[in-house]
């Protein structure tokens, strides 16, 4: 079930109000419910994929708090191997084999290509690193075993955030399902600001971006490089407004209802460098992977090069995970070459931007910095959303030629979507800087009632007038 459907639009008030209406024992298991009938919406059949994976580390968390000390550490590969089983079954199995077999046939052996075509379940690889964390941290003495299955299988399938995260840790999620969530005015009010701010990310400007994206992406040969550029700056607008808005949607979904998830994203595209935008971009999937790969392989404790190889592996790694495609592991490996490029040169930039009078903390080094981190980001944007490493090799060799202002002025989407386009990206940003300033909820909250209502009847207008209803699927979903 899409957020940005009619089906939601009734499926979540009826969910809302049955939850408070029902009593704390019974809470738990119409989440569990109508959590199944939100992941069910899609292909029904694969919530049975996701059992698999339920049942197997519930009942590892069980076992690695009962078994003796030497059991322990096999018992958790184990789990972790079986889970990742059927992730790299219906991911992964047809990525390897046609790799396989393309580099077999550079050595000119000539394989069968017999590879069955398997739809990848809806979000399996959040739903299968929240489960992962889950047996990890009952292994290291961090969270205690869940014994209600009920519980467990609400806290990996919570239907606000099962297909696309953030990525729940249990330490945060588990508790609250054995918690009594009363009806609160205030969580109910920002939660639903929170979603209408993540409809507008969604709607407004990510699905009407996707409109001038997909055709160029499409077929990026038939397009001149200001058009491979505007798509490309559209992309990385469109990527981070529909993914934060699903997070916006999902953290407002889970407050209306008295939950607390976690933050997945802090303005990204205002860090001043490519460490701090890891550090603002997918929160949740960022410090997965520090914690639970980065850390375990040595992270910085370890020498120089050990460190580099550190990096490579786990952003190699990251690529992987967001799909079965060259391209982004690409992705992932440059994204880890801008850290190491970055951590090996600071000193020298230091040194230059110091002896040219532009040190760290004045305005135009931190504007330099900021663009430099968008750009290079931007550039590397272009391998995940380009269908092929040729797609991609086009882009990048063709973004500086022909800049054809004339026949860009004459397309379609320029006419009738270019300015509005162009208008919901500033609207975003203006939006983002003057929260970030002077905290519009707050302000808004000590408004008069009429003049409140006024402002929110306004902007879900805006969205509802400006928005595009094609009901397009989030980005994130394919992961």
């Given at each position: 079930m899409l957020f940005n459907s009619l089906e939601f639009a009734i499926f979540f008030p009826v969910v809302t109000g049955i939850f408070f209406l029902l009593s704390q024992r019974w809470r738990v298991h119409w989440l569990l419910m109508a959590s199944c009938i939100f992941y069910m919406a899609f292909i029904p059949a694969y919530i049975l994929i996701l059992f698999v994976t339920i049942l197997i580390d519930y009942f590892a968390g069980i076992?690695?708090?009962?078994?003796?000390?030497?059991?322990?550490?096999?018992?958790l590969w184990m789990s972790i191997l079986s889970t990742c089983?059927?992730?790299?079954?219906?991911?992964?199995?047809?990525?390897?084999?046609?790799?396989?077999?393309?580099?077999?046939?550079?050595?000119?052996?000539?394989?069968?290509r017999h590879v069955a075509s398997i739809i990848l379940p809806i979000g399996l690889s959040f739903h299968t690193f929240q489960s992962l964390s889950y047996v990890i941290e009952v292994y290291h003495g961090k969270q205690k075993a869940e014994h209600n299955l009920v519980v467990y299988a609400t806290y990996v399938m919570f239907f606000p955030q099962l297909v696309a995260g953030p990525i729940e840790r249990p330490q945060n999620l588990l508790h609250q399902f054995r918690e009594w969530h009363e009806f609160n005015y205030t969580n109910v009010t920002d939660g639903l600001k929170r979603m209408?701010?993540?409809?507008?990310?969604?709607?407004?400007?990510?699905?009407?971006?996707?409109?001038?994206?997909?055709d160029v992406y499409s077929a990026p040969r038939n397009y001149t490089g200001l058009q491979l550029t505007i798509a490309s700056v559209f992309f990385a607008y469109q990527i981070y407004c529909d993914f934060s808005g699903y997070s916006d949607i999902a953290i407002g979904a889970a407050q209306v209802l008295g939950f607390r998830l976690i933050e997945n994203f802090k303005t990204p595209y205002y860090a001043l460098s490519i460490s701090e935008f890891w550090q603002r971009w997918h929160i949740s999937?960022?410090?997965?992977?520090?914690?639970?790969?980065?850390?375990?392989?040595?992270?910085?404790?370890?020498?120089?090069?050990?460190?580099?190889?550190?990096?490579?592996?786990?952003?190699?790694?990251?690529?992987?995970?967001?799909?079965?495609?060259?391209?982004?592991?690409?992705?992932?490996?440059l994204n880890g070459t801008y850290l190491v490029t970055?951590?090996?040169?600071?000193?020298?930039?230091?040194?230059?931007?110091?002896?040219?009078?532009?040190?760290?903390?004045?305005?135009?080094?931190?504007?330099i910095m900021l663009a430099t981190t968008f750009t290079l980001t931007t550039f590397a944007w272009i391998l995940?959303?380009?269908?092929?490493?040729?797609?991609?090799?086009?882009?990048?060799?063709?973004?500086?030629?022909n800049w054809d202002l004339h026949r860009l002025a004459t397309e379609q989407f320029y006419m009738r979507q270019f300015p509005v386009a162009v208008l919901s990206i500033l609207v975003l940003e203006i939006g983002q800087r003057l929260d970030k300033t002077i905290r519009i909820p707050s302000i808004m909250g000590a408004l008069p009632m009429p003049a409140r209502w006024t402002l929110y009847a306004g902007f879900v207008m805006v969205v509802v007038m400006f928005g595009v209803y094609q009901q397009m699927q989030f980005i994130y979903f394919q992961f």
């Open positions: 076992y690695l708090e009962r078994v003796r000390q030497e059991y322990r550490k096999p018992l089983a059927v992730l790299f079954i219906f991911k992964y199995f047809n990525f390897f084999t046609d790799s396989f077999v393309g580099l077999a046939g550079l050595f000119g052996w000539h394989l069968p209408a701010w993540g409809f507008f990310k969604k709607l407004v400007v990510a699905d009407r971006l996707a409109l001038y994206v997909n999937l960022s410090t997965w992977f520090k914690d639970y790969l980065y850390i375990p392989l040595g992270g910085n404790r370890v020498s120089r090069s050990r460190h580099i190889i550190n990096l490579l592996i786990t952003f190699g790694l990251s690529g992987l995970w967001h799909g079965a495609n060259w391209t982004y592991v690409v992705w992932g490996l970055g951590f090996l040169t600071k000193q020298w930039r230091d040194r230059f931007f110091a002896a040219i009078g532009l040190p760290e903390r004045t305005a135009m080094r931190r504007a995940f959303r380009a269908r092929s490493m040729g797609d991609a090799a086009y882009v990048f060799t063709h973004l500086a030629s």
